[in-house]
């Protein structure tokens, strides 16, 4: 559960961000200025930035881009698909797992056909940034990083924009619902081996291994965080 200054910090830093973009006149799409403008030019700490950015994004008014930044959402319309929240509060940890078991072994086995070696190299740096991470929070960016580079290595830019929905409906369902035991990633973290398989199986070039080895590494992770494997 929240602290009170914590929800305070929450927030204030919503308050002023959603003034901020009716301000502006960013449309759908716009992507706002970097943190660090949004930290100088609204007077607060990166840590409450970031705890109004997470708000936003739970709610919808947001949706960020590991590595391109954060961009203004569009507004949910009648006869248009689902939006963030709406699909955010219709499925569970488990479904939503289900959806990743579904989509991402295919990835993996896209990447393993049709990789570069920029891409092979792009999801070995996630990795490696991965297993340096000193908090979880920073562990979870670069885990996003990894899968990202993932997808990006199929050259599938319908594949990459299916997995960018699947990723951001993942973090609003997910948002708090995993408790952590320690303050970061313990050096024997069971994903840092599983990475490892998924990434020798793509420069292996190997996409029923690839496929095998993502599907392994998202049967643990649902079964470590939610206690359910997909069978």
Known sequence: ??????????????????????????????????????????????????????????????????????????????NELPGLTTLSQQITPVQMMRARMSLEPAIAREAAANASSVS??????????????????????????FHRAVAEATGNVLLISLYDHLNQVQRAVAWHKVVRESKQ?????????????????????????AHTAMRDHLNSVSSRLYGDTIP
């Open 120 to 145: 092979v190299e792009n999801i070995r740096k996630a990795r490696d940034n991965s297993v340096a991470a000193t908090s979880w929070d920073n562990y979870e960016l670069n885990d996003d990083a």
């Open 185 to 209: 990633p313990p050096k024997n973290h069971k994903s840092f081996a599983q990475h490892d398989a998924i990434l020798a199986a793509i420069e292996a070039r190997d996409p029923l291994a």
């Open 1 to 78: 559960m929240s602290s009170k200054p914590d929800m305070l910090e929450r927030n204030e830093a919503e308050i002023q961000l959603k003034a901020l973009i009716e301000a502006g006149e960013y449309a759908p799409g716009d992507r706002l200025p970097a943190e660090r403008e949004l930290i100088s030019n609204m007077g607060i700490s990166r840590s409450t930035l970031r705890k109004g950015l997470d708000a936003l994004e739970r709610n919808g008014t947001i949706w960020r881009h590991v590595g391109k930044g954060t961009f203004v959402a569009g507004k949910d319309k009648t």
